[in-house]
């Protein structure tokens, strides 16, 4: 199970919650609050808002990289103040804090060593608002989290999370179909595929009806302004322009609904 470093506690912090307003702050605020020793760590607050899919793919691609004991509290809670579960999840060497609607569902059952359904109101604040759960629910766990508190004490266990798995479309004649599930900074578009998805042999990425070619090793194998695809460091397949943008270059935003195709070279 999870310890966490009480003399020198990490929080990640990855949410939707942009940069313009207050609710970041404030989550940081409560938990400052509750554990003043705690180290707080933005990954991101950028996240599109209402795009789980998005955060799970930065959660997943983040945790690995802080000490073992580190709680992570994820925020992108579309779902906020309805039915669904609040959730604490334990590995073998992390926490994780927030929503059950698929936002942790990177972590396979394997890894999962216990998942805590939060339900005891001693360890939130006094006053919850039906539509800020991370300020007076999930803040206030991790804070007590980061503290040595057990999982065990904010709720009953549960034996699974919700899983978040979209549809995979097929493709025609043995061609594999996914779709774009984050866009960086640089405007490069990280699909759905994982290097265990492509397929072997020779295979050839297209978006949407544009011919990317083969799987390459990086931006610098094509001319600047050309497009390429490679295995990011993530491990996920991903469309770039060469110093450039993928996302202006080909239109594509989250709502186009842009599909990435895998077909035989």
Not at 36 to 64: M, Q, S, W
Not at 79 to 107: A, I, M, Q, W, Y
Not at 125 to 147: C, E, M, N, Q, W
């Amino acid at each position: 199970m999870a310890t966490v470093n009480t003399d020198c506690p990490i929080i990640t912090l990855t949410t939707d919650f942009g940069l313009n307003d207050n609710y970041a702050g404030i989550v940081k605020g409560i938990i400052t609050y509750l554990n003043p020793c705690a180290r707080i760590i933005d990954v991101t607050n950028n996240i599109p808002p209402f795009n789980i899919e998005a955060g799970k793919y930065l959660l997943e691609t983040t945790y690995r990289n802080f000490p073992p004991g580190t709680v992570h509290l994820g925020i992108v809670d579309p779902g906020v103040g309805t039915k669904r579960k609040s959730l604490v999840v334990e590995t073998s060497d992390h926490f994780f804090v927030g929503p059950d609607n698929g936002l942790f569902s990177f972590l396979t059952a394997r890894q999962i060593k216990r998942v805590i359904s939060i339900t005891n109101k001693k360890y939130f604040l006094k006053d919850v608002s039906p539509t800020f759960h991370g300020r007076d629910i999930f803040a206030p766990i991790a804070a007590y989290l980061s503290r040595g508190v057990l999982p065990s004490e904010f709720g009953r266990e549960i034996k699974a999370i919700k899983r978040f798995q979209p549809r995979k479309k097929a493709g025609k004649r043995g061609a594999h179909a996914g779709r774009i599930i984050y866009i960086d900074r640089f405007g490069n578009l990280v699909t759905s595929f994982k290097v265990s998805d492509i397929p072997s042999g020779k295979r050839e990425v297209y978006i949407d009806k544009h011919k990317i070619g083969r799987i390459r090793g990086t931006f610098g194998v094509v001319k600047r302004g050309q497009p390429v695809c490679y295995v990011n460091s993530f491990g996920y397949l991903e469309i770039a322009i060469n110093q450039g943008s993928a996302a202006e270059y080909f239109g594509v935003d989250y709502k186009s609904g842009a599909k990435i195709l895998i077909a035989l070279a």
